[in-house]
């Protein structure tokens, strides 16, 4: 089954029910158990998963997934670019999957977390854009990251994610 598909309702399988294990299983991206190493609780580690799976569009070069793992409505603050929803996401990354991003992925980690409510949670993280034939960050690339990261009938989401460069 395609990413695409398991992804079908509206993003992955990202339940809220389920261990983070069992959700990146369900959406085909490995779990890496260091990435969530400073935030041990069941719940900060289900959030987590949506790092991971973004991270696991960008490994696959996979737009649709990517997009997936937003709201709907969801905003991504990307370079100079502000798009507004979950289609101006996809068309955004698929351009770029298809151009300068081909072969490309993001590493990075999480460094905060705060919830604001039960169904939301503010994630910081750090890495960035690892290109095709490289096998790390380079510093001209490193970011930090804001995920506003929400729960909806039951499912953890992506509403918004803001990237600034570390060096600029």
């Given at each position: 089954m395609s990413r695409e598909t398991t992804a079908r309702n509206g993003g992955p399988s990202v339940s809220g029910r389920g261990s983070a294990a069992t959700i990146l299983a369900e959406a085909g991206v490995e779990e890496d158990p260091e990435y969530h190493r400073d935030?041990?609780?069941?719940?900060?580690?289900?959030?987590?998963?949506?790092?991971?799976?973004?991270?696991?569009?960008?490994?696959?070069?996979?737009?649709?997934?990517?997009?997936?793992?937003?709201?709907?409505?969801?905003?991504?603050?990307?370079?100079d670019e502000e798009l507004a929803d979950r289609e101006e996401i996809r068309a955004f990354m698929a351009a770029g999957f298809d151009g300068a991003l081909r072969g490309a992925h993001v590493s990075g980690w999480p460094l905060a977390m705060r919830f604001l409510d039960p169904d939301t949670a503010l994630v910081v993280t750090q890495g960035g854009i690892v290109l095709a034939g490289e096998d790390s960050v380079a510093p001209e690339r490193e970011i930090r990251a804001v995920w506003v990261v929400v729960r909806r009938s039951g499912r953890w989401h992506l509403m918004s994610h803001q990237s600034s460069p570390i060096r600029g």
């Open positions: 935030f041990p609780s069941d719940l900060e580690r289900e959030v987590l998963t949506v790092p991971q799976l973004i991270q696991g569009a960008w490994l696959a070069n996979d737009a649709d997934f990517f997009a997936s793992v937003f709201t709907p409505d969801g905003s991504l603050l990307i370079q």
